[in-house]
């Protein structure tokens, strides 16, 4: 039993590698890119710590090269979904009563794993997955991921410790205790980091889970669970499942154990969930947390003192890479005119000097988006921009599926600052210019402000900072990551906790303590040492 009061090592983000030309990390990521190339996976379901087959295997193919089979999974059905719940339930006495300090050891032991063995197994398996290049896969499942589960471990910590006062002869407590049930983890195929996140944080708070990660990010999910099997999760705390969304819904939303959902994913799924629960709220044991990241419609905007070398860069990158397949991407932008005809120059050269192709070429910055439904309804948005008589394409515009799902990063310049594209996710390499007159910067904040239903991210470029001020007070509910010269991608764990309001979700900011404290339940604990024993107050007494 413990008999100690213990100090888990402090957590420091993890560094990112450069995978320079001759370097170490370049040579082994190589090495093992080819290994799982050449190799077939057959990847099975996680439930109550069983490798489970069902012999309905479905093919995974890198999205930049179709004609290839990384390998299959099983795929599972309502009864696989009944044998999660059945385990998580099943483990979750023996895990809430784990002390603390041993789930801490997993998940730290887990983010060393990361980064050391299994570092090159995690990035080719998002890279070849999920059409990442090495940088974006670098910081995203391997760096991210480690700073969650350290971070997470602190965080969880610093939760404990909040206790409230006591005065002479009693002792207060409080118990923060895992909730009562079980947590369903929805997870997106864009970033490993989050896939891991959502099943964990819950998990290290003690509670168990059910997890399906989306179906185009099962082959790198696969490799977060065998890291945690590697670690010591017990069996049964983190159970993953294969099936459709509405397969995995009908069954865990009418569980009178469901206890909460941790979700990312788009805007319209998540209003379905809350709806359907909202629905079922008579079937619960207790009311389900319902935390989720949901869409965004991430923008710039640029006052006329800004530099436009910063603008440039931060619009090519926030715009472009990973495809523009970031809940926090660069997706419209509002530009003074005065600075309009430099910033169109360079940005139109940057984009046009990306190399595209495939991430298993190490020069390539721009690779496919995930899937062929990704790549219609990009597709689509792009096709109808080219007959629109109020939009100019100045940059790309052109995709082709024959070998994967390559979009050309595309900028459309449009004179109706609520045209589609400046409303509307498109979840791709796309971003929508309207260019502003100077004088009405502060009539274009507020332009901004009431265009998107969204508020995730967004940026403020300027030097005048009476403009950057404005920018704060008029946006405050615009974006739940705001940036001041900088790219509105990007945030890092223990630097700018994560998440947005109105309809990019809860905004619970996965990466801090605000998340962890949404899955646990206090409960307060009064101790007297020496108890009254008689009713009679003083006041009572005669005169």
């Known amino acids: 039993m413990s008999n100690a009061i213990f100090q888990v090592p402090r957590a420091v983000n993890e560094p990112v590698l450069s995978y320079a030309p001759g370097s170490k990390e370049r040579a082994e990521l190589k090495k093992v890119l080819a290994a799982l190339k050449k190799t077939e996976a057959d990847i099975p379901m996680y439930i109550g710590g069983k490798h489970v087959r069902t012999g309905n295997r479905v ?10 089979t990384l390998g299959y999974y099983h795929q599972g059905d309502a009864s696989h979904v009944h044998e999660a719940i059945r385990a998580a339930m099943a483990a979750k006495d023996a895990w809430e009563n784990t002390p603390w300090e041993e789930r801490a050891a997993i998940f730290l032991k887990a983010a060393d794993l990361l980064a050391g063995p299994y570092r090159a197994k995690m990035n080719a398996a998002t890279m070849l997955c999920q059409s990442k290049n090495v940088f974006q896969a670098e910081i995203d499942c391997v760096a991210e991921l480690c700073d969650f589960y350290r971070f997470n471990v602190e965080y969880m910590t610093d939760i404990y410790k909040r206790q409230p006062i006591s005065p002479a002869g009693i002792w207060n407590r409080m118990e923060y205790r895992p909730l009562e049930g079980f947590v369903f983890a929805l997870t997106p195929f864009n970033f490993t980091s989050i896939a891991g996140n959502l099943p964990a944080s819950p998990a290290i708070m003690g509670n ?89 419609k991430d923008f710039v905007i640029v006052h006329s003192s800004a530099h436009t070398d910063a603008v440039v860069t931060a619009l090519a990158r926030g715009a472009f890479e990973y495809q523009g397949q970031k809940c926090s991407a660069a997706s419209r932008a509002y530009l ?29 910055f721009f690779n496919a988006v995930i899937d062929a439904k990704a790549f219609r309804n990009i597709a689509d948005y792009i096709d109808q921009a080219k007959t629109d008589p109020c939009c100019e394409i100045i940059v790309g515009g052109h995709y082709n599926d024959s070998k994967g799902y390559f979009i050309d990063p595309t900028i459309i310049v449009t004179t109706n600052p609520t045209y589609r594209t400046m409303c509307e996710e498109i979840f791709g390499p796309v971003l929508t210019i309207y260019v502003y007159e100077d004088a009405r910067y502060e009539e274009t904040l507020e332009l901004l402000d009431r265009t998107s239903p969204y508020a995730l991210t967004g940026a403020v470029f ?28 990007g945030a890092v764990v223990g630097q700018q906790p994560f998440g947005g309001a109105r309809a990019s979700g809860t905004n619970d900011k996965a990466g801090s303590e605000l998340n962890l404290l949404r899955w646990v339940s206090a409960r307060a604990i009064k101790e007297n040492f020496i108890p009254p024993t008689d009713y009679r107050y003083s006041f009572m007494a005669e005169e």
């Open 59 to 68: 093919p995974i193919h890198p999205p930049h090269e179709l004609k290839h």
């Open 208 to 296: 168990t889970v059910v997890w399906k990660p989306a179906n185009s990010q099962i082959y790198s999910a696969a490799v977060i669970m065998e890291v945690l099997e590697a670690a010591g999760l017990p069996a049964g705390v983190i159970n993953l499942v294969y099936v459709s969304g509405p397969t995995a819904g009908d069954v865990i939303f009418e569980h009178p154990d469901f206890a909460g959902i941790h979700f990312t994913g788009g805007t319209h799924t998540f209003q379905h969930i809350w709806a359907t629960i909202g629905k079922n709220i008579h079937k619960y044991r207790s009311y389900p947390r319902i935390v989720g990241e949901t869409g965004g």
């Open 336 to 364: 003074p005119q005065s600075l309009w005809p430099d910033i169109k120059q360079r940005l139109v050269e940057e984009v046009q000097s990306f190399r595209i192709g495939s991430p298993e070429d190490f020069r390539n």
């Open 462 to 489: 300027a030097q005048d900072r009476a403009a950057v001020q404005l920018a704060l007070h008029k946006l405050r509910h615009s974006a739940g990551n705001f940036y001041i010269n900088d790219k509105p991608t």
